[in-house]
């Protein structure tokens, strides 16, 4: 199966992408243009907002909006007028900004930082919830990637990219917190870096690679790469399930960083793509959702 182009956007560093179900739609950024963009399957149309500074990600707030991660902090969003309602300033670290982030399970905001350079180890991983209170989950980070949870909600995934490895913690639902950090996928730098990652219903990792012109699934109880499906675009940069029945795999993709030659070879890069899977995803939480 090979990943077909649904949007061609052709963003510099399309991001986080995460998906709405109470509306169907497919919300995701393009980092440095501070542009969250919300993609409508339906009709194919895409609109965005640009909030006035790099964007890392966002997450559907239960009741409607959104909650983004900016280079300045934590907002609330308000879609249909574009306003923004401060929620947490989680660090003022020169030359830092937010990237990859997701809510958890229990409807926490989680959000990494991550060095814009990318040449220090000064990002750090954060966790919010609805009443406000903010944590530091793990610092010295490079590139915060790919966080997710297994179907149980028991097991925390996170990617620093450069590290080109998956870490697995024992995750506490109840308070939030990691435990027993340990390696459980190498991705061999050939194949590319490890950017974004989401699970599906089986247990299994998808992850994208950046520079590998892919999406791989992956099985964390081995380590083992199960399949390959390629994506007509160099810098694969992020994934999420959406639909339906959540067996659709978005893909967003990005232009930052690539050559002339690599731009001709892959002209669709920077922009949005769409998988059938043929497994059901696990969900895109909701920021004070909790359980359902």
């Given at each position: 199966?090979?990943?077909?182009?649904?949007?061609?956007?052709?963003?510099?560093?399309?991001?986080?992408?995460?998906?709405?179900?109470?509306?169907?739609?497919?919300?995701?950024?393009?980092?440095?243009?501070?542009?969250?963009?919300?993609?409508?399957?339906?009709?194919?149309?895409?609109?965005?907002?640009?909030?006035?500074?790099?964007i890392g990600c966002c997450a559907p707030r239960k009741?409607?909006?959104?909650?983004?991660?900016?280079?300045?902090?934590?907002?609330?969003?308000?879609?249909?007028?574009?306003?923004?309602?401060?929620?947490?300033?989680?660090?003022?670290?020169?030359?830092?900004?937010f990237n990859d982030g997701k809510c958890d399970p229990?409807?926490?905001?989680?959000?990494?930082?991550?060095?814009?350079?990318?040449?220090?180890?000064?990002?750090?991983?954060?966790?919010f919830n609805p009443p406000g209170e903010l944590r530091?989950?793990?610092?010295?980070?490079?590139?915060?990637?790919?966080?997710?949870?297994?179907?149980?909600?028991?097991?925390?995934?996170?990617?620093?990219?450069?590290?080109?490895?998956?870490?697995?913690?024992?995750?506490?639902?109840?308070?939030?917190?990691?435990?027993?950090?340990?390696?459980?996928?190498?991705?061999?730098?050939?194949?590319?870096?490890?950017?974004?990652?989401?699970?599906?219903?089986?247990?299994?990792?998808?992850?994208?690679?950046?520079?590998?012109?892919?999406?791989?699934?992956?099985?964390?109880?081995?380590?083992?790469?199960?399949?390959?499906?390629?994506?007509?675009?160099?810098?694969?940069?992020?994934?999420?399930?959406?639909?339906?029945?959540?067996?659709?795999?978005?893909?967003?993709?990005?232009?930052?960083?690539?050559?002339?030659?690599?731009?001709?070879?892959?002209?669709?890069?920077?922009?949005?793509?769409?998988?059938?899977?043929?497994?059901?995803?696990?969900?895109?939480?909701?920021?004070?959702?909790?359980?359902?």
């Amino acid at each position: 199966m090979q990943a077909e182009l649904v949007l061609d956007t052709r963003a510099e560093l399309g991001e986080g992408p995460c998906w709405e179900a109470q509306s169907g739609v497919l919300h995701w950024v393009d980092v440095h243009a501070g542009r969250l963009h919300t993609f409508h399957p339906d009709t194919g149309e895409d609109h965005f907002l640009s909030l006035g500074e790099p964007i890392g990600c966002c997450a559907p707030r239960k009741g409607g909006g959104l909650v983004v991660a900016l280079r300045s902090g934590f907002y609330s969003l308000e879609l249909s007028s574009g306003s923004l309602v401060p929620l947490a300033t989680p660090e003022q670290v020169p030359g830092n900004r937010f990237n990859d982030g997701k809510c958890d399970p229990a409807g926490r905001f989680l959000a990494g930082s991550m060095c814009d350079a990318e040449t220090k180890p000064t990002g750090s991983l954060y966790s919010f919830n609805p009443p406000g209170e903010l944590r530091t989950l793990l610092t010295g980070l490079r590139i915060s990637n790919g966080l997710t949870w297994s179907p149980d909600y028991k097991t925390f995934y996170f990617i620093d990219t450069p590290t080109l490895t998956v870490m697995a913690y024992d995750y506490d639902l109840q308070h939030g917190s990691l435990a027993n950090p340990r390696p459980v996928i190498n991705v061999p730098e050939s194949s590319g870096y490890p950017d974004g990652m989401t699970s599906d219903s089986e247990g299994m990792l998808w992850i994208a690679l950046w520079g590998g012109a892919c999406v791989t699934r992956w099985d964390p109880r081995t380590g083992q790469m199960l399949a390959s499906h390629p994506v007509p675009a160099l810098q694969t940069s992020s994934c999420i399930f959406g639909g339906a029945n959540l067996a659709d795999l978005y893909i967003t993709s990005a232009r930052e960083g690539m050559t002339q030659a690599e731009l001709e070879r892959y002209p669709l890069s920077g922009g949005l793509f769409r998988l059938e899977t043929g497994v059901r995803g696990m969900p895109t939480f909701e920021f004070g959702g909790g359980m359902e």
